[in-house]
């Protein structure tokens, strides 16, 4: 933070689930408009479910409303890298990243660093890399983001990040690259004496749950949409049920055939099961997009940004065209501004002598590495800013978890 920027609440996009904010960081859009509106999905168009745990996430289709930026990146003449980044190991617009690596979550933080460093430091270098680490969202789901537990997690990645950094200078692109580090979503404690369970309203066999608490997604049998509604409109005074077209406009989460007749979301620290035994998580996220304790932190360092700069908020859709500014890409049209994030930037900075001179050091690093950047989707900070789940444990359960694992 004394090097760089830190921003301290990033506004990230609903449902504050790990695909579509992922999606949201590479795209600048909103879930309704990139198409990957929740980790579980049904397109009754094309008649095909998605899954984050299935291999139907590796369909296309799903990803093709939008183009994320290692695609831009590349067709505008550039090489990207990605290790385990959401989506990067799935082939979209017919194109792959340039160098990728297939989603294995027993692949180290360690390893991942070396393969983007490797290809940052090729003969062909790439000059956008992309990185995504599992923890503190995959602990703070079983223990809860209040358990004591979770100060190690946190030091574990403290630990992590400090063999980033001394990688990176190793490998003398510390002060050339710029690096950033965020994440998709923060995390609420649960707790078993707040559970909602809609057994106790409403009759399964007349609905198909298509995404899971805290924001239920429900498809209705046939001709029952009005009977289910009306069944759970006012069941429980910590459930807000809408109608999709009833979806508040603010929420941007109502255009899209993925998003379902009914949605159910719960407020904070609630959970909505069909019944007490379906499986609980003590941490969880997806909560309304307005919730401080939903929103990721951002940091960021490198010869492109000002030192020792705080700020208060920016949107998640910000990042994409901020991106795009870095590596000198036109963006394609998105949801975010990179007026809402220039003050970030040494380009912005007041012109007094010191910071010109700060101005031609960056200008000169410009000219060879041609904007290089390092996304490092992770989170570092306190307990509440959590990440996305990959818990191999809870496989076989709803919530989050891992995708297929495609090497053995
Ligand atoms: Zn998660």
């Known amino acids: 933070m004394k090097d760089g ?13 790990t695909y579509p904010n992922h999606y949201t960081m590479v795209t600048g859009l909103y879930a309704e408009d990139h198409g990957i509106v929740a980790n579980e999905m049904y397109d009754p168009v094309l008649n095909e479910t998605f899954s984050m745990n299935h291999m139907t996430m590796y369909n296309p289709k799903f990803w093709e409303h939008a183009y994320p930026v290692w695609i831009t990146n590349q067709i505008q003449g550039h090489r990207s890298g990605a290790a385990m980044w959401p989506g990067t190991d799935v082939k979209i617009h017919g194109a792959f990243p340039t160098h990728y690596l297939l989603y294995n979550e027993s692949v180290s933080f360690q390893e991942r660093v070396a393969k983007l460093i490797e290809w940052f430091t090729s003969e062909e270098p790439i000059n956008l890399g992309l990185l995504y680490w599992e923890q503190p969202d995959e602990m703070g789901h079983i223990l809860g983001p209040d358990d004591p537990g979770m100060e190690l997690v946190i030091m574990e990645i403290d630990n992590l990040l400090s063999h980033l950094v001394r990688e990176l200078k190793r490998a003398e692109l510390w002060d050339t690259l710029n690096v950033i580090i965020t994440s998709d979503h923060g995390m609420a404690q649960s707790s078993r004496d707040r559970i909602i369970e809609l057994d106790q309203y ?45 979806i508040p406009s603010r929420l941007h989460y109502r255009h899209s055939t993925r998003i379902q007749p009914i949605l159910a979301v719960a407020d904070e620290g609630w959970e909505i099961l069909q019944n007490k035994s379906d499986h609980f998580n003590l941490g969880n996220h997806g909560y309304d997009n307005t919730l401080p304790d939903m929103h990721p932190i951002f940091l960021a360092h490198g ?35 990179l007026d809402n994030v220039k003050d970030l930037l040494v380009s912005a900075a007041p012109k007094e002598p010191q910071d010109r001179s700060r101005q031609e050091s960056y200008a000169r690093f410009f000219g060879v590495f041609l904007g290089s950047v390092l996304v490092i989707g992770f989170l570092v900070v306190f307990i509440k800013y959590l990440t996305r789940s990959q818990v191999s444990a809870l496989r076989d359960q709803h919530g989050e978890i891992a995708q297929p694992l495609l090497q053995s």
């Open 202 to 246: 409403v009759d399964r066999d007349l609905y198909m749950m298509i995404d899971h608490s805290p924001d239920v997604a429900i498809l209705p049998a046939e001709g029952k949409l009005d009977e289910v509604y009306n069944a759970l409109v006012k069941a429980h005074p910590h459930m807000t049920v809408y109608k999709k077209e009833d």
């Open 303 to 337: 010869p492109a940004f000002r030192k020792n700069i705080s700020k208060q908020a920016m949107n998640s859709t910000d990042l994409y065209p901020l991106l795009c500014h870095l590596l000198g890409l036109e963006p394609l049209p998105s949801n975010g501004s």
């Open 5 to 17: 920027v830190h921003v301290e609440q990033v506004t990230n996009v609903f449902i504050t689930k």
